[in-house]
């Protein structure tokens, strides 16, 4: 089965820091561009970063440029996203996806083929 497993949310206060963690299992992790996205209660889906799969190229919307930065361990099927300099309008749940491909650094939501369950970051002021 295919797992996609988010950690590492929390609250933290505004200017704060936190990093998210995305374990992923049941697929050759290599293969994969993976995807953070966000989403509040009554918003659009938003896609935040998204690095590929082999040369770890690397994509992030302009709200996060600067302060995200997206990583991945091939070796321990791990992605993850480094959060610094939180404001309050990042509060949001964060997913993780995969998307098969050698190379993909898009926000199409029907292109992912799998996804997390999210986790809560919530950004006080």
């Known amino acids: 089965e295919v797992q996609l497993v988010e950690s590492g949310g929390g609250l933290v206060q505004e200017g704060g820091s936190l990093r998210l963690s995305c374990a992923v299992s049941g697929l050759t992790f290599a293969d994969y561009t993976i995807g953070w996205f966000r989403q509040t209660l009554g918003k659009e889906r938003e896609g935040v970063s998204v690095?590929?799969?082999?040369?770890?190229?690397?994509y992030y919307v302009d709200s996060v440029k600067g302060r995200f930065t997206i990583s991945r361990d091939n070796a321990k099927n791990m992605a993850y996203l480094q959060m610094n300099n939180l404001k309050p309008e990042d509060t949001s749940i964060y997913s993780c996806?995969?998307?098969?491909?050698?190379?993909?650094?898009?926000?199409?939501?029907?292109?992912?083929?799998?996804w997390g369950q999210g986790t809560q970051v919530t950004v006080s002021s």
């Open positions: 690095i590929a799969s082999r040369d770890g190229t690397t």
């Open positions: 996806a995969a998307r098969r491909g050698s190379w993909y650094l898009g926000f199409e939501f029907d292109e992912y083929d799998y």
